[in-house]
């Protein structure tokens, strides 16, 4: 009850002065270029990696990439650099 | 993101991690700040990675921790560059006794060319280049620069006129004017000879034409002395005069010497600070002392490495600091005199021509100023007077 009492006072805030919903929620912002890369912040670690899927947890549910040659550009506690052929990404909430 | 273009220097290695649960190993070295990249999955239990040299231990430790097997692929960047290189140390030590060698061998004489000298000249020269250490093989700037060698040269070698000295690349070459040349026979066109200054002929040999004045005549400049134009009058032959009249010329001249003259004289003393030079910054090698001289001539060689037929932008300087003083010589009246007339001959000597001869003088004026000694002095010389007119042949 409460969590969402701070939910809504959060929603409230983003909309009336207009802060980056990212930063004041927690919620990932994924940057892609074209099919070639994906970037994503505010992640919570690698969930599974293969050549053609990627699994990621976030802080509500996962992310799911999925595509072809795959390669870790970079990775950071809190940032993913994804490279490859991306063909779908996923959020599933658990 | 932070910039990994740094990575390569620092040197990086790529590891396999095998076992389960590698994404689980990656996310532990990710949250202890190790910065992993470049993460390819290498079958279905194994991952290759990149990560930083340095932080090897602690990618150990993490490794513990985790179930999985971590083996190193290979490493690259500065660290291993360096090793490999000491490894291939061979091969470095080899270029660089190559250029060592290219080097010193672009700075030492190789060849010694001597041009447009008689056997006997290219002989001597050779043999006074022995003499000074120029000889193939030896260290360029251990000898002297281009000039000297020229100046010593003229001085040493007594039957040459001019020897012009010029270093190109590793070769000398030696370019030699000798003094007694046979002239070629000059073809002149028709010309009378006429007189360059008044005089009084005392001697006269005609080889071609007809003389037209006689020994102990009076001729004013310009007067026509041989004439080109020979056989009868209603059908004259023009050739070109040929031949030499000495007449007796008359030359004045004043000079002046103060009784007190201050002269600067090197006393010997000298002290040379050497530099390597590069580009327009010198760096004092050696000779740092100042030698504290009052009144110094400052003397600048430079010398710059050459790298085949490059000149390096690399020199080798020399500032040599001379010591001066000043010295007061002192005449009385008759030095004076005496060191007027020697000075009035030299003088005259170098304007004559080789062959004038001065048969004569007297003194006109002496005017001993206040502090000096003026003298006029009157030269009867004997010269040759003649000049070539060339004959225009109108109508």
Same mark, same amino acid.
């Given at each position: &009850?409460?969590?969402?009492?701070?939910?809504?006072?959060?929603?409230?805030?983003?909309?009336?002065?207009?802060?980056?919903?990212?930063?004041?929620?927690?919620?990932?912002?994924?940057?892609?270029?074209?099919? *070639?890369?994906?970037?994503?912040?505010?992640?919570?670690? *690698?969930?599974?990696?293969?050549?053609?899927?990627?699994?990621? &947890?976030?802080?509500?549910?996962?992310?799911?990439?999925?595509?072809?040659?795959?390669?870790?550009?970079?990775?950071?506690?809190?940032e993913?650099?994804?490279?490859?052929?991306?063909?779908?990404?996923?959020?599933?909430?658990? | 993101?932070?910039?990994?273009?740094?990575?390569?220097?620092?040197?990086?290695?790529?590891?396999?991690?095998? !076992?389960?649960?590698?994404?689980?190993?990656?996310?532990?070295?990710?949250?202890?700040?190790?910065?992993?990249?470049?993460?390819?999955?290498?079958?279905?239990?194994?991952?290759?990675?990149?990560?930083?040299? @340095?932080?090897?231990?602690?990618?150990?430790?993490?490794?513990?921790?985790?179930?999985? @097997?971590?083996?190193?692929?290979?490493?690259?960047? !500065?660290?291993?560059?360096?090793?490999?290189?000491?490894?291939?140390?061979?091969?470095?030590?080899?270029?660089?006794?190559?250029?060592?060698? +290219?080097?010193?061998?672009s700075?030492?004489?190789? /060849?010694?060319?001597?041009?447009?000298?008689?056997?006997?000249?290219?002989?001597?020269?050779?043999?006074?280049?022995?003499?000074?250490?120029?000889?193939?093989?030896?260290v360029?700037?251990?000898?002297?620069?281009?000039?000297?060698?020229?100046? %010593?040269?003229?001085?040493?070698? #007594?039957?040459?006129?001019?020897?012009?000295?010029?270093? $190109?690349?590793?070769?000398?070459?030696?370019?030699?004017?000798?003094?007694?040349?046979?002239?070629?026979? %000059?073809?002149?066109?028709?010309?009378?000879?006429?007189?360059k200054?008044?005089?009084? =002929?005392?001697?006269?040999?005609?080889? %071609?034409?007809q003389?037209?004045?006689?020994?102990n005549?009076?001729?004013?400049? #310009?007067? +026509?002395?041989?004439?080109?134009?020979?056989?009868?009058?209603?059908?004259?032959?023009?050739?070109?005069? @040929?031949?030499?009249?000495?007449?007796?010329?008359?030359?004045?001249?004043?000079?002046?010497?103060?009784?007190?003259?201050?002269?600067?004289?090197?006393?010997?003393?000298?002290?040379? $600070?050497?530099?390597?030079?590069?580009?327009?910054?010198?760096?004092?090698?050696?000779?740092?002392?100042?030698?504290?001289y009052?009144?110094?001539? $400052?003397? =600048?060689?430079?010398?710059?490495f050459?790298?085949?037929?490059?000149?390096?932008?690399?020199?080798? @300087?020399?500032?040599?600091?001379?010591?001066?003083?000043?010295?007061?010589?002192?005449?009385?009246?008759?030095?004076?005199? /005496?060191?007027?007339r $020697?000075?009035?001959?030299?003088?005259?000597?170098k304007?004559?021509?080789?062959?004038?001869?001065?048969? !004569?003088?007297?003194?006109?004026?002496?005017?001993?100023?206040?502090?000096?000694?003026?003298?006029?002095?009157?030269?009867?010389?004997?010269?040759?007077?003649?000049?070539?007119?060339?004959?225009?042949?109108?109508?």
């Amino acid at each position: &009850m409460a969590s969402k009492w701070g939910q809504n006072i959060k929603k409230l805030l983003v909309r009336t002065i207009d802060l980056p919903q990212d930063v004041m929620m927690d919620l990932p912002r994924i940057t892609m270029i074209g099919q *070639l890369h994906i970037y994503i912040e505010n992640h919570r670690g *690698l969930l599974a990696f293969t050549d053609t899927e990627v699994r990621l &947890m976030l802080k509500k549910g996962q992310l799911l990439i999925r595509g072809n040659e795959f390669v870790i550009r970079t990775i950071l506690p809190e940032e993913i650099m994804l490279q490859g052929k991306i063909d779908q990404v996923f959020f599933i909430k658990e | 993101m932070k910039n990994q273009w740094t990575n390569f220097y620092t040197g990086y290695v790529k590891v396999k991690a095998n !076992g389960k649960g590698s994404e689980r190993l990656i996310n532990a070295l990710t949250r202890r700040g190790i910065h992993v990249w470049d993460v390819k999955r290498a079958g279905t239990e194994s991952v290759v990675f990149c990560i930083d040299l @340095k932080e090897i231990p602690k990618l150990r430790e993490t490794v513990r921790e985790s179930n999985c @097997k971590v083996t190193f692929l290979y490493g690259k960047g !500065g660290p291993f560059l360096i090793k490999r290189l000491l490894k291939n140390s061979g091969f470095l030590a080899g270029s660089l006794a190559f250029l060592v060698c +290219l080097f010193v061998l672009s700075n030492m004489v190789w /060849d010694i060319q001597v041009h447009n000298a008689k056997p006997e000249t290219e002989y001597a020269i050779r043999k006074e280049l022995d003499q000074m250490g120029i000889k193939i093989g030896k260290v360029q700037f251990l000898l002297d620069d281009v000039d000297t060698i020229q100046r %010593k040269l003229t001085d040493n070698i #007594g039957t040459v006129t001019w020897i012009g000295v010029e270093l $190109k690349g590793t070769t000398y070459h030696f370019q030699v004017v000798d003094k007694k040349q046979p002239k070629a026979e %000059k073809k002149t066109s028709p010309r009378n000879l006429v007189a360059k200054k008044k005089a009084i =002929i005392t001697d006269m040999f005609v080889e %071609k034409g007809q003389p037209k004045i006689k020994v102990n005549d009076y001729v004013n400049k #310009g007067q +026509l002395l041989v004439s080109g134009m020979i056989g009868k009058e209603d059908s004259p032959k023009v050739i070109s005069a @040929k031949g030499v009249i000495k007449g007796e010329t008359w030359y004045k001249s004043t000079v002046e010497v103060p009784l007190d003259s201050t002269f600067s004289v090197f006393n010997g003393e000298e002290k040379t $600070k050497h530099y390597l030079a590069f580009g327009n910054v010198s760096i004092p090698v050696w000779g740092f002392q100042d030698p504290g001289y009052k009144r110094y001539e $400052k003397d =600048i060689t430079v010398r710059t490495f050459h790298f085949l037929k490059w000149e390096l932008p690399i020199a080798y @300087k020399t500032a040599t600091k001379r010591s001066k003083e000043e010295i007061v010589r002192k005449y009385t009246n008759q030095e004076a005199y /005496d060191e007027a007339r $020697k000075m009035a001959r030299a003088d005259l000597k170098k304007q004559l021509p080789v062959d004038a001869e001065i048969i !004569g003088q007297k003194i006109l004026q002496v005017i001993p100023e206040s502090g000096k000694v003026k003298l006029t002095i009157h030269y009867q010389v004997i010269e040759n007077i003649a000049t070539g007119q060339p004959i225009i042949q109108g109508d």
